[in-house]
């Protein structure tokens, strides 16, 4: 199994000098194969020659131990202020044709589960129901579905009390939905929200896009686009963002594994939570499906939801 480190730039972080992260000019991103390499010598005095501004690796934007350059080294050295959070299709589970037929890789609720017992937080972020989550998952693991409309701690659920109340229009849309999607689409209902695949008819999908604007216009949901779907939503600033930034805040250190358009808003969560001092690791899981937004705004790329269980084994 390869793990791949996609150092970034980006702003000066929080924390002691000798762990910020400074750009280098004109230089091109790389990515290295294997264990990352330790982090760049200390800086020439100021009466030196200056640097050349050749191409070169970036270093990490994000606070990274000083005596080594594996960006997760801060989440396995104290784990009892480290949070993991992640994406269930396509990173714990293999993308399917029919949604309810996904399941974890074999061996990462039994993972998640020891996990769970080591670090402050382990939790999965999803735009699938909670309750089809906690079918999948250990109880121990903090679950947020609908992108954080509804959440479950400790076995005790909760909704949203704003997003209860468009329960009607979704209930709406998804009769309008079977109504008139054309053969080929899955209308999936999931209470606060409904979604229609196109998986198995790839060419469908400028045709289900166009129900999907018409339907969310007449019901006043919203439509977001995903991996060959596209969902209606109540219109409530609800992500996978918002649910990282409450949950990771009081952590120390936190990583997040997506492989979606989805996850770049739990990415950009953790930017912010980094400018706070907090070690923040962005990992995509690559598919051929992966957007390039994804991967270009990771910190670590691994191959597949089996990586994932690969990577969670290394956490332990």
């Not at 960006?71 to 993308?95: E, K, V, W």
């Not at 604007?213 to 977001?224: D, K, P």
């Amino acid at each position: 199994m390869t793990f791949i480190q996609c150092p970034r730039v980006g702003r000066p972080v929080a924390g002691p000098p000798h762990q910020r992260c400074r750009p280098r000019h004109g230089s091109k991103a790389t990515r290295v194969e294997g264990v990352p390499s330790p982090p760049h010598p200390h800086r020439a005095k100021r009466n030196n020659p200056p640097r050349s501004k050749a191409p070169g690796p970036r270093l990490y934007r994000h606070v990274v131990a000083p005596d080594t350059g594996d960006p997760l080294a801060p989440l396995r050295r104290d784990p009892a202020t480290a949070g993991i959070f992640s994406d269930f299709d396509g990173t714990l589970s293999p993308i399917v044709d029919h949604p309810q037929l996904a399941e974890p890789v074999a061996g990462v609720p039994r993972l998640l589960a020891e996990l769970a017992r080591r670090y402050a937080v382990v939790a999965v972020v999803s735009g699938r129901p909670v309750a089809f989550l906690a079918a999948h998952l250990p109880a121990s693991v903090l679950l947020a579905g609908l992108y954080g409309l509804e959440v479950q701690r400790h076995g005790e659920r909760q909704f949203d009390p704003e997003a209860e109340r468009w329960r009607a229009a979704v209930s709406a849309a998804v009769t309008r939905l079977r109504a008139l999607a054309p053969p080929g689409v899955l209308v999936e209902p999931k209470g606060l929200s409904v979604t229609c695949h196109y998986r198995t008819n790839p060419s469908l999908e400028p045709q289900v896009m166009a129900l999907a604007q018409e339907v969310a216009a007449a019901t006043g949901l919203v439509a977001h686009a995903g991996r060959k779907s596209v969902e209606l939503l109540p219109p409530i600033h609800a992500d996978k963002g918002t649910v990282i930034r409450k949950w990771a805040a009081p952590l120390r250190s936190a990583c997040y594994l997506g492989d979606d358009l989805g996850d770049l808003a739990a990415f950009r969560a953790l930017d912010q939570l980094a400018t706070q001092g907090i070690s923040t690791v962005r990992i995509a899981v690559r598919s051929d499906e992966a957007p390039a937004e994804l991967l270009q705004a990771a910190d670590m790329i691994i191959d597949t939801p089996e990586g994932t269980a690969g990577l969670l084994r290394t956490l332990l």
